[in-house]
């Protein structure tokens, strides 16, 4: 029952003109032309095509009025005259000036789980001509299919397969075909990226253990070229992680340091190296400060920090960006025993810091303490992490951005320039110094909880912070966004993958 490589749908280019395409669904973009804000007004709605027999086909229901090409709205056509397609779904993108490849990404993406409940296994989604760079958007398109194509329903025995069988691109004659080619070859790479890390962050507690993630990553690693290690107990004692070890101290399951290394081709001697760094906590009972009963299955998601580095690093070792990147994922289970971590005991990070553990459930932030401090000692430059660090995050932001923490207006701006390309939300919270109080401990250095409940997921980047020192460092505390409750039109409920799309482009930004 493992998910493998083969289980991400397979997308095809296709040159041939949309009206010859056979296939059971061809979808189309439309854009709503008008500026009026009235909610009445009648819409001025066009095809993102100059395919004349596609327009024909449609041309009699568009002028109904009916359809207003509302972002993500479908309308389907059976049998349209003088196309070879059995089927043609007509899909909004909107106002034609917030018509971006953000919304072209999502609307691919909606097309595709329009097709699977329908029980269709062909589908041929036309690129849209004139305003967008055809690279741009023929990657949009790949990766909204590709993410759209995943279903975390992987245990139901009565299963059926749903996949899409043959998903083809059809770039129009004006599109430029290497660039074409070029923009899915990238959206290929950072999707199936994207869903590798959502396969490992389904799986649940019993099957997903930090040896099982250091196990999955490792194989991954073979198999694209990249540097692996993965170390447990002696290695956290031998290199002094007191911070990592008193978390994985309270479970029957040994903890995982994984180390994935990417060596570019090419590098100048300017050239930063960057440092990955994830939680990996495969499942959070809270430990001795136990969770509520209820929707703590939900925090098998707690590693979606580790597994947005481990997707990261997939689609690195394809992209070979010219900069050296480390990424480490700090596994381990949180759970209550006689061994555990008890509130109030001291643990001695790997840094030499002395922290009172307060409260057990603040464990993410005891892992990743050692795991920043070891990417500067293996040479990082350039820090990112990333967390379900918080639910505080969530209180503060809600499920729409996620939190970004940093302590680097360089670094911050190139994160906001992947944010422009990934189309991910975050949004800037501070950590400044005023703060700092919130976490000094009357016995120890710092404790791992705020003095008061407000703030909480800032108090958690101050934690942090401690451990960077003076290195330019990003924190993404991704809580309230890496597991979403209800299906949207282009994504299936379950894992979401945040922030892997955002990571690959930070880290390519330095290339
Ligand atoms: N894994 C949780 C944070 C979390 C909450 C992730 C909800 C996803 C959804 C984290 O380890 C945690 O328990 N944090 C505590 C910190 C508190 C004890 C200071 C929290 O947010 O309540
Ligand atoms: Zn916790
Ligand atoms: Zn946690």
């Known amino acids: 029952m493992k998910p493998k490589k083969e289980d991400f749908v397979k997308t095809d280019l296709l040159f041939t003109p949309a009206s010859s395409a056979q296939t059971e669904l061809l979808t189309v973009f439309a ?5 009026s804000k009235e909610k009445d007004a009648k819409p001025e709605v066009s095809l993102l095509t100059s395919d004349e027999a596609v327009k024909k086909a449609a041309g009699y229901v568009l002028s109904s009025g009916e359809f207003r090409a509302e972002a ?30 953000h919304a072209i990404r999502r609307a691919a993406g909606a097309a595709v789980r329009f097709a699977k409940p329908r029980g269709l296994r062909s589908l041929a989604i036309l690129a849209p001509e004139g305003n967008f760079d055809p690279a741009q958007s023929t990657r949009a398109i790949t990766e909204g299919a590709i993410l759209a194509d995943f279903d975390s329903d992987t245990y139901r025995t009565d299963r059926k397969d749903r996949s899409i069988e043959l998903l083809a691109i059809l770039v129009p004659a004006a599109n430029d075909k290497s660039s074409a080619e070029a923009g899915h070859r990238e959206g290929v790479i ?31 690693a073979a198999e694209y070229g990249l540097k692996s290690e993965v170390y447990s107990t002696d290695k956290l004692r031998e290199l002094k992680m007191g911070a990592f070890l008193v978390v994985a101290q309270g479970s029957e399951e040994p903890p995982a340091l994984i180390v994935l290394t990417y060596e570019p081709p090419e590098t100048t001697s300017v050239a930063p190296v960057i440092g990955l760094v994830g939680k990996g906590i495969t499942f959070d009972t809270g430990g001795i400060s136990i969770k509520p009963a209820d ?36 596994a381990a289970e949180n759970m209550p025993s006689g061994k555990a971590v008890k509130p109030g005991d001291i643990a001695f990070a790997m840094s030499g810091k002395s922290i009172e553990v307060l409260n057990t459930d603040a464990e993410g ?39 970004v923490f940093a302590n680097d207006e360089d670094a911050y701006q190139h994160f906001t320039t992947a944010l422009g390309i990934s189309g991910e939300k975050f949004w800037r919270l501070p950590v400044e110094d005023e703060y700092r109080e919130q976490i000094r401990s009357s016995i120890a250095d710092i404790q791992n909880t705020g003095l008061t409940r407000y703030g909480g997921a800032i108090n958690a980047a101050m934690f942090l912070k401690e451990f960077v020192a003076d290195t330019p460092w990003l924190h993404l505390d991704i809580a309230g966004l890496a597991w979403q409750d209800a299906e949207k039109p282009w994504l299936a409920k379950g894992p979401t993958g945040v922030a892997v799309r955002s990571i690959i482009e930070w880290v390519r930004s330095y290339s």
Request: proline share 3%; net charge positive; with cysteine.
């Open 295 to 330: 929707n703590m299955e939900k925090m098998k998601y707690d590693m979606a920090g580790g597994a947005a580095m481990i997707g990261a690093m997939r689609a690195i070792a394809q992209l070979k960006p010219a900069v050296k990147v480390v990424a480490i994922v700090c």
């Open 72 to 101: 993500n709205e479908t309308l389907l056509l059976h049998a349209p005259e003088g196309l070879a397609a059995t089927r043609l779904l007509i899909i909004g993108l909107g106002k034609a000036a917030k018509a971006d490849i």
């Open 31 to 35: 854009v709503d032309n008008s500026t």
């Open 365 to 403: 932030r005891m892992v990743l303490a050692d795991g920043l401090h070891y990417a500067r000692e293996l040479g990082a430059t350039r820090l990112i992490d990333a967390a379900t660090l918080t639910g505080a995050v969530a209180i503060a932001l809600g499920q729409i951005n996620a939190g």
């Open 190 to 220: 950072i999707a199936e990226a994207q869903n590798f890390a959502r396969t490992l962050i389904n799986e649940p507690g019993n099957r997903m253990t930090p040896t099982i993630l250091g196990q999955r990553a490792a194989e991954m």
